[in-house]
C-alpha cells in the first residue's frame, strides 16, 4: 500500500469526523475515546492524547509509525497508540480502529469480565458485523482486564489473536471498546452495532422475571 | 387507484423525510430500517438495501412492483421488500409501511417471544392507532420468529392475518417492528406509539417489586 | 380580571412555545398532550384536539368558554377541556395548565395507581414547586383512575379539590399528568420538577436490593 | 492572586457558556443548579439565583465577596454561596465551582446516603479526575445530609475537609453534586466523569442478578 499525496488530509478529516459524531452520542465521556486510520504499511494517523472528542479537527490528528511513536512532530499520540498499531499489524485488511467509552460498553465489561466472553447472539444486527449474512450466528466479545501497561495489554490481546478465534471488537474492563473495519464507514457501523447489541444485553439481563 | 405523475416524487420526499426523523430518534441503528409507500394498485417506492437512514435523500428511494422486484433501476431494494408488497396486497387500506430496528423494539420482542405476543392494555395512548377511542380495550401485538428466508417469514405473518385477528403491526424476534397506516402520518404516529408503547410495557416490568 | 386586546395574542405565543418545548423532550408522543392559559374570568386559549405539538404555532390555539365550549371557531378543543376550565374555575390564581404522557409519567401512574398517590419527599427539588421553601416535607400527588367519560374524571378530581388537601398537579392513570401555574414559566418549572421527581422515584424503585 | 481587569468578563462568559452546556445535558432541571469562578483572593464570581440556567448570559453573573455577600448590585447570588466561598476559601488551588442535581446524581446520593460515602473503584475514567494517573485505585465521594441551613452544611462539609481525606467533590441528599477545578475545563472535566461513573455505579446496581 503506498501512501496517495493526500491520504494523511482525508483521513484526518475523516477521524475528526467521526469523532465529533461520536462525541455527540456520549460514547466519550471526559475526553475519554481515541481514533485512527492507516496510512500505508508502515503509518497510521491517530488522535492526539486528551483533546475533546466533540470539537475534533484535523489539527487534533498526527502521525504515528507502526512501533506508535509520533512522527514529524512533538504532540503526544493516544497512551492507547500500540493497541491501535497491534490491530493494523496484525490484520491487514484493518484500516480504522475506533475506541470509545461509552456508559453501556463500561457496565458491560464489568458485569461480563467474570466470564472473559459476551456471547451475541438471537439479534437481526448481527448481520451488521462484516461477513455475517444471517442473525443465526453468535459473535464471541472478548474482556480483557485492564491495566495501565500498554506492551502487557497488547499481549493480552494478542494471546486470543493467536488463537485463530474471530475477533471483531473487544472490551478492556471497566474501560471500554476497541473496534475496527476495511475502511471507517465499516469502523462506524461496527461500533454503532455493538453499542446496540450491547445495550440490548443489559435490558435483557435487568428484565429477567 | 391511478398513480397521479407526481405520486413518486411526493412519496420519495415523504420517506426520505420519515426516514430521518425516525433515525433522528435512534430507530434505525446501524443502516437497519426500511420504509415504503404505495404509489397504485401494482407499484410502490421503498429505500434501498443498506443506505445511512439518517441522511435519506429522494434518490434513494426505488420503485418496486408487487412482488418485490425493482422496476426501472439496477439498485437493490431492501431485502425484505416482501413484508411490504405483502401488506400492500392484504391490506387495500393501507398506503406507507415503516419498519425500525430500536433497542426497546428489540428486546421487547425477545423477552415476550416466548408467549408468541405482547398484550398491550390501560394506555390511553391506544387511542393513538387507528380506529381506537377507547383505553378501555386491548391490543395484541403478535411476535414471529426471524428467519432469512424472506417467502418464510411472509408466510409466518399472512398465517395472523387468515385468522382475521386485528393487526396494527408486528414484531419479529430480535429484530424490530412493522406497522403501518393510510398515510405516512399515520403510520408515524404509530411507529411513535408502539414505540412509547413497549417502552412502558419493559419499564414495568422492571419495576415490579 | 380584564382582558387586554393583546392577551390572546401573547397567550397563543407562550403556549404554543411551551408545546414546541415540551415535545422536544418526548413529553407528548403520537399528537398527545394539550395546554392553555387563562385569557380572562370567564374565557381561555386551548390548543386544538391532534395536532402535533412539536410544530405548535398560534395557529393551533383556540378561544373556549368555561363550560369548555369553543367561540368563534369551528376547530375542535382538546378532549379533555373541561380538566382545564376545572382547575381556571376552582383556583383563581391559576392562569397556565399543561398536561403531558411522557413515558415517566405513564409508568408512574401504573405502578402507584394501586395506591392512589406518591408520595414525593426528601428531594431538594421540591422547592420548585411553588410555595415550598424546604425539602423538609413532603407533596402528595394523587392518581384518579382513567375514564373517557369527561365530566366523570372531572368529578374525580373535584373529590380531591372539596377535601381541600394541597393539589399542585395530578396523575392519571395510564395517561399523564396535570399541573398549573401563576403563569406559563412557573407552569413549565412545575412540570419539569416533577417530571424529575418521578423519575428519581422510578429509578429507586428499581434500585432497591 | 490580583485581579486583571479584563478576569470579571472572562470568568462570566465562561461560567455562562458551562451553565448553558450542562443544562442541554439535563444537569439542572427546573433552575436548579449554580456555578462560580474565583476572580482574585478575595472574590469570585457566581450565577444569580434562580435563572433558567440554559439560556445564561454574562448579565447572569454577580460579583460576591467571600463571606457571600453580593458586591456592587442589589441583585441575589445562589443560596448555596457559602459552599461556593469555602472552596474557593479551603482550597487555594480551586478556581472554577459547579454544583449540578441530574437525577442520576440526585437517586445515586438517596441510595447510599445510608452509607455516607460512594467508593468509586475499577474504571478507567476515574483517571478524569485530577491527580490520578491508574485505574487501580478509587475515590471516595462523601454524601452529606441536606438542610436549608447554609452554615449547618458548611460545617458538615468543613468536617471532611479538617481529616485530611482527599475530596474530589462531593454529593448532598437527595440535592445533587459539588464538584471544581483549577480552572472551568478541569471541572466541567470532572462534573462529566463523575456524571459518567456514578451512572455506572446505578447501572451495576441494577443488573445485578
Redesign the interface.
Known sequence: MTRPPTRLATCAHAIAAAGRKLAAQGLT????GNFSMRLDDTHAAITISGRDKGTLTPDDIIVIDMEGRAVGTTARPSAETLLHTQLYRRFTEVNAVLHT?S?TQ??AS??FAPAGVIRIE????IK?IAGH????THIDLPIFA?T?DMPELVERVDVWIRTDKPLYGYL?????IYTWGRDMTEAE?HI??F??LL??E????????
Open positions: 465521556p471526559a475526553t475519554s467509552h456508559r463500561t457496565v464489568r458485569l438471537g439479534y437481526e444486527l451488521a449474512t444471517t442473525h443465526a485492564n495501565q478492556i474492563d471497566g474501560h471500554g457501523r454503532e452495532a453499542e446496540f445495550g440490548c443489559l435490558d435483557l439481563r435487568r428484565s429477567q422475571t
